[in-house]
């Protein structure tokens, strides 16, 4: 399957809040509570999903056919669940991972996240790393299959958050 993957524009949000409400939505009627505040979102992550808009941090991805199947955003620090240690040099943040759910199960996330990766290797970056909802054992284990290593939590009023680490350079120690 051929991806094409382009930078969001911020005339493009209503675009993004809609796929975060079909993917809490889809995760709702799978009886997984992650991301259930999506289906109508505090102010906070409105503004939180704003910011990365106007920084150019959010991505699009489509289908051969034009049609828009996936999201994500790509961070040069993170602050928010990662303290002091997000703003560290030389590493990435990837967040809020969406595949509209009428396209789930083709393994377009996996052509993203290895998309995510590969790029992220030739430009020389030094680890990536990521959060995800520790209450959900499936999605903890997915991104463990591509390499990613539990490194601690984050408590916010969301969820308790594992925070996962993936070295991309060689010989790098965790």
Request: glycine letters at 8%; charged letters at 30%.
């Amino acid at each position: 399957m051929n991806l094409i993957f382009k930078q969001a524009t911020i005339d493009e949000l209503d675009h993004a809040l809609e796929l975060f409400k079909l993917a809490s939505l889809s995760l709702g009627e799978k009886n997984v509570s992650q991301w259930s505040y999506w289906s109508n979102p505090p102010e906070e992550k409105i503004t939180w999903v704003k910011e990365g808009f106007d920084k150019g941090e959010f991505f699009f991805v489509y289908n051969d056919s034009g049609v828009r199947v996936a999201m994500f955003r790509l961070l040069k620090h993170d602050t928010l669940y990662w303290g002091e240690k997000g703003l560290e040099n030389n590493i990435k943040y990837v967040h809020s991972l969406v595949v509209r759910p009428d396209f789930s199960g083709l393994g377009i996330g996996k052509i993203v996240m290895l998309n995510i990766i590969e790029n992220l290797k030739s430009e020389g970056v030094k680890k990536f790393r990521l959060d995800c909802d520790g209450s959900n054992p499936r999605l903890c284990q997915y991104y463990e299959s591509y390499g990613f290593k539990k490194v601690g939590e984050k408590e916010t009023k969301y969820a308790i958050n594992n925070l996962y680490e993936m070295s991309l350079v060689k010989n790098d120690r965790l």
